[in-house]
Nanobody, 124 residues
Framework: QVQLVESGGGLVQAGGSLRLSCAASGLTFSRYAMGWFRQAPGKEREFVAAISWSGDRIYYADSVKGRFAISRDNAKNTVYLQMNSLKPEDTAVYYC?????????????????WGQGTQVTVSS
């Protein structure tokens, strides 16, 4: 079965950086579009970034554009989220998601597969 395992979360000061990783198994990774979403306490899950199976289509939420970068290594079945210039409002549980398809998908209901999430906390 499809498994997505996130890692790399933690506590960081405002202005700092973190790199999240999501290791995928049980799927032909190079045929799957990948996404990152986040959910803060009391808020809905929101889109952060998405990348197509080939990596040529990338989308970001406006709130992270210019600070975050999504990438993938199809040889390692892994997708990454490099987060720079972190702000306290970036504090959330970050989830990796996957779906079969060649495009880049930005809505949570377009993804059938999800990881368990990794906590990111940014202190002011």
């Amino acid at each position: 079965q499809v498994q997505l395992v996130e890692s790399g979360g933690g506590l960081v000061q405002a202005g700092g950086s973190l790199r999240l990783s999501c290791a995928a198994s049980g799927l032909t990774f190079s045929r799957y579009a990948m996404g990152w979403f986040r959910q803060a306490p009391g808020k809905e899950r929101e889109f952060v970034a998405a990348i197509s199976w080939s990596g040529d289509r990338i989308y970001y939420a406006d709130s992270v554009k210019g600070r975050f970068a999504i990438s993938r290594d199809n040889a390692k079945n892994t997708v990454y989220l490099q987060m720079n210039s972190l702000k306290p409002e970036d504090t959330a549980v970050y989830y990796c998601s996957a779906r079969l398809g060649s495009y880049s998908y930005t809505r949570a209901n377009e993804y059938p597969y999800w990881g368990q999430g990794t906590q990111v906390t940014v202190s002011s």
